[in-house]
């Protein structure tokens, strides 16, 4: 099946920094991938969805300048959390469609865990 | 606007119990469902999906109905296993954006042996 994975699965950084996450679709061509945020006990929330070689479209409430979003290659998407805080600290996860089913299907990575001390 | 709602857990069960999460739902339109699994240490899968009224999702033992009426998906299974100790995530279509899912908070199943 379609498989995304992501890296690093765990951070642990001092506030003030950044900190990049990526995630790789490993046996397709993603057309489209979301980033999504998951607080302890809440639902996933939608962060930003992008398209390859295009500008990231983000929620409301999401500030793009600080999540900032880079969509390289049809494999490849990029989280940074710039100047992280401690208010940052979540779990994020990606999830990428091929464009082959007719509903989009979305498969996801496992997530990654930031922690901002 | 358009929501999830599902029962909070965890929810604990032998093995061999029957199993019931409720799931209800606040939409706007006619938006597809689903329901996710999260086993420990891995991404979501998707796990069933109905995309109209009355359709019946069924994968590895588990149904959901979309039952329209009573705007429920809940998730149902008559014999659970071990291996089904997980997180489970009833969602929506955003039914305005064919891109965008709605989660719910996810319930966290244990099934003892």
């Known amino acids: 099946g379609a498989v995304v994975s992501q890296h690093p699965s765990r951070v642990i950084c001092k506030s003030g920094t950044s900190v990049k996450i990526e995630c790789r679709s490993l046996?397709?061509?993603?057309?489209?991938m979301f980033w999504y945020r998951q607080f302890p006990k809440q639902s996933l929330m939608l962060m930003a969805t992008?398209?390859?070689?295009?500008?990231?479209?983000?929620e409301q409430g999401v500030e793009k300048d600080k999540f900032l979003i880079n969509h390289a290659s049809l494999t490849l998407s990029t989280l940074t959390v710039t100047s992280a805080h401690p208010e940052d600290s979540s779990f994020y996860i990606c999830?990428?469609?091929?464009?082959?089913?007719?509903?989009?299907?979305?498969?996801f990575g496992p997530g990654t865990r930031l922690t901002v001390l | 606007g358009n929501s999830v709602t599902q029962m909070e857990g965890p929810v604990t069960l032998s093995e061999e119990a029957f199993l019931t999460i409720n799931c209800t739902y606040t939409?706007?339109?006619?938006?597809?469902l689903f329901w996710y699994v999260q086993y420990p240490g891995e991404g979501l899968q998707l796990l069933l999906k109905?995309?109209?009224?009355?359709d019946k999702g069924s994968n590895k033992g588990f149904e959901a109905t979309y039952r329209k009426e009573t705007t429920s998906f809940h998730l149902e299974k008559g014999s659970v296993q071990v291996s089904d100790s997980a997180v489970y995530f009833c969602?929506?279509?955003?039914?305005?954006?064919?891109?965008?899912?709605?989660f719910g908070k996810g319930t966290r199943l244990h099934i003892l042996p």
């Open positions: 999830s990428a469609t091929t464009g082959e089913s007719s509903y989009n299907e979305q498969f």
């Open positions: 046996d397709f061509q993603a057309t489209t």
């Open positions: 992008s398209n390859e070689g295009s500008k990231a479209t983000y």
């Open positions: 939409a706007t339109g006619y938006p597809s």
């Open positions: 109905a995309t109209k009224a009355d």
């Open positions: 969602a929506l279509s955003d039914p305005n954006r064919d891109d965008k899912i709605i």
